[in-house]
């Protein structure tokens, strides 16, 4: 996917996920985008009336060698959607509003990723989360649920566009991320 900025300029996605690392910036950086992506959504969020657990809410940076392991699990070199990412806790049950709301705040975003993955994902629904279980993450547990995101954005200087997640999730799903988040992480789903 390619968009045209101007006449000098063409940004699109990263061909794949190696392309994408290599242009990368520094951890430092990566940290100071996700939280820049965390208070917008955040002031944006409350802008439009949607209650959310702050304590439990947050982001996180995936690091280069998280990056790797995750290239090596899932056997593809499709980019990674989900270097940059936020959750926000909120039990909000209009989750087709939230994701609207939310990706109308990245208009770049594509409805399907190259490769035909979509750009929102809501694993409550059981068929969603057995087509991810068995076509791209065996590791997820079968009792995850949780809606995720993705939005598309251009970080100042690159011609690449990055791509981060959000994760909406229920006090209730949070609970079931934590008890399962070990397995997964470690490549087993007991």
């Known amino acids: 996917m390619s968009i045209e900025r ?19 910036p ?12 965390f208070t917008g959504l955040s002031f944006f969020l409350i802008f439009n009336g949607v209650e959310v657990d702050w304590e439990e809410s ?13 290239i090596k699990r899932r056997d593809s070199t499709e980019p990674e959607r989900d270097i940059y990412g936020v959750r926000f806790i909120t039990e909000v049950e209009d989750r087709g ?18 490769g035909g993955k979509p750009s929102i994902r809501d ?26 995101i993705n939005f598309v954005f251009q970080r100042s200087g690159s011609s690449l566009l990055d791509i981060g997640e959000v994760q909406i999730m229920t006090h209730g799903e949070l609970m ?15």
């Open 26 to 37: 520094g951890i430092e950086i990566r940290e100071k985008i996700s939280k820049s992506i």
């Open 97 to 114: 509003w939230l994701s609207r709301l939310i990706q109308s705040a990245y208009p770049l975003t594509p409805k399907e990723f190259p």
């Open 123 to 148: 694993y409550r629904n059981p068929e969603v989360r057995a087509s991810h279980i068995e076509k791209s993450n065996p590791h997820m547990s079968p009792i995850y649920s949780a809606l995720h």
């Open 176 to 190: 079931v991320y934590k008890q399962t988040r070990d397995g997964y992480s470690n490549g087993h789903t007991d």
């Open 6 to 24: 101007s006449l000098n300029t063409i940004i699109r996605l990263p061909e794949d996920v190696y392309e994408q690392k290599n242009n990368l």
């Open 58 to 70: 947050g982001y996180r940076t995936k690091r280069i060698a998280r990056i790797e392991d995750k």
